[in-house]
C-alpha cells in the first residue's frame, strides 16, 4: 500500500474524530491549521475536505468550511491491507456503468462510490479526471463529476481513429512468429467466443467483458502507451452506448461473436488480407451499433 494512502485514511478519520467535537454550523480552520492538526500536508487536506464535502458532512466554498453534520460510524474508511488497484477500479466502473444502467448526466457521489470499489476517495478523483479528458466525464462547478452522453460528430471521430489503430495492429500482429504468446491468446478466446455462442440465448450479457479482452490481446502487440489508454476509453464508451438501445442485444452481440471469430481464422491461416478485411467490416458494425444507440436516446449535446 502507497504510504500516501496510510496519510490519507488516517488524516480522514482523525478529521472526523475532529469534527465529532463540534456542532454543526461551526467553522473549520484554514487548512494550514487542518495541516498542522491533520499532520499531513495541505494537498492531503485538500482531499480530505473534497471527501467530507461528498459525503455531506461539510460544506466547502472558497476558504469557508462549515460542518453541516456530525460524523457517523459508516463516514470511516474501510481498514484494508491493500486498496483496489486502478487496473481492477477500471473494470469495477465499466461493469458499473454497464449492468446498473447508468443514465447520461448522471452526477456521481464519489465518497460512495470510493466505498463501493475499496479505492480511496482522492484514487478515485484522479481515475475520474484521466476520464474527463476524454469527454467521458465533466467536473461540476461546486465540486464532483457528472458523466456525460456524446454527440455524433465524437462518435465518428472516435470510430474513424479506432479503425486506424486497429488495422495497424492487425497487420503486427499477422507478422508475429508462432513463439509470440499472442497466438496463445488467441486460441483461448476462440474458445471462449465459441463457448459464449453455444450459450448466447441466456449469456448474451457476458459479450462485453469477452470484447474489452478479444480488443485489448489485439491492440496489445502494439507496444505504445497512447494505444492502451485508448483501448480502456473504446471499451467504456462503445459498450456505454450498447446498454441504451436493448430491443436487439442478443442478435448484435451473437453478431459481433461470429465476426471476431472470423477476424481469429484470419489471423491464425496467416491471411492478413482476410483478417483485415474481417476487422473492419466488425469496426464498420460497432460504428453503426454506437451510432444507432444514439439515436435511440438524444445525446446531451447537439
Not at 280 to 285: D, E
Request: proline share 4%; aromatic share 8%.
Amino acid at each position: 500500500m502507497a504510504r500516501t494512502d496510510v496519510r490519507y485514511r488516517a488524516a480522514h478519520d482523525l478529521a472526523l474524530d475532529l469534527l465529532k467535537r463540534q456542532a454543526p454550523g461551526s467553522l473549520l480552520p484554514a487548512e494550514t491549521t487542518l495541516a498542522a492538526q491533520l499532520r499531513v500536508s495541505r494537498t492531503v487536506v485538500r482531499s480530505v475536505l473534497a471527501t467530507l464535502q461528498q459525503a455531506g458532512i461539510i460544506r466547502w466554498q472558497g476558504r469557508d468550511k462549515t460542518m453541516l453534520r456530525l460524523p457517523r460510524p459508516t463516514d470511516r474508511l474501510p481498514m484494508r491491507g491493500e486498496y483496489t488497484s486502478r487496473e481492477d477500479l477500471e473494470g469495477q466502473f465499466l461493469d458499473w456503468v454497464l449492468r446498473s444502467d447508468v443514465p447520461a448526466d448522471t452526477p456521481l457521489n464519489v465518497a460512495q462510490l470510493a466505498k463501493q470499489f475499496s479505492v480511496p476517495p482522492h484514487a478515485l478523483q484522479e481515475f475520474l479526471s484521466g476520464l474527463s479528458h476524454f469527454g467521458l466525464l465533466q467536473r461540476r462547478p461546486r465540486g464532483g463529476w457528472t458523466l456525460l452522453g456524446f454527440t455524433m460528430e465524437y462518435a465518428v471521430a472516435l470510430s474513424e481513429f479506432r479503425l486506424v489503430l486497429e488495422l495497424n495492429a492487425i497487420r503486427t500482429l499477422s507478422g508475429l512468429p508462432d513463439a509470440h504468446p499472442v497466438w496463445g491468446v488467441l486460441h483461448d478466446l476462440k474458445a471462449q467466443h465459441q463457448s459464449l455462442l453455444a450459450r448466447i440465448e441466456t449469456d448474451f450479457h457476458d459479450f462485453s467483458k469477452l470484447d474489452e479482452r478479444f480488443h485489448a490481446a489485439i491492440n496489445s502487440v502494439v507496444s505504445n502507451r497512447f494505444v492502451a489508454e485508448f483501448q480502456k476509453v473504446i471499451s467504456l464508451i462503445f459498450h456505454y452506448h450498447y446498454q441504451w438501445d436493448k430491443r436487439l442485444s442478443r442478435h448484435r452481440n451473437e453478431t459481433a461473436i461470429c465476426e471476431h471469430l472470423r477476424i481469429v481464422d484470419a489471423l491464425q491461416s496467416r491471411d492478413v488480407l482476410a483478417a483485415e478485411e474481417a476487422a473492419r467490416a466488425h469496426l464498420v458494425t460497432s460504428k453503426e451499433t454506437l451510432l444507432g444507440s444514439l439515436r435511440v436516446k438524444k445525446p446531451l449535446f447537439d
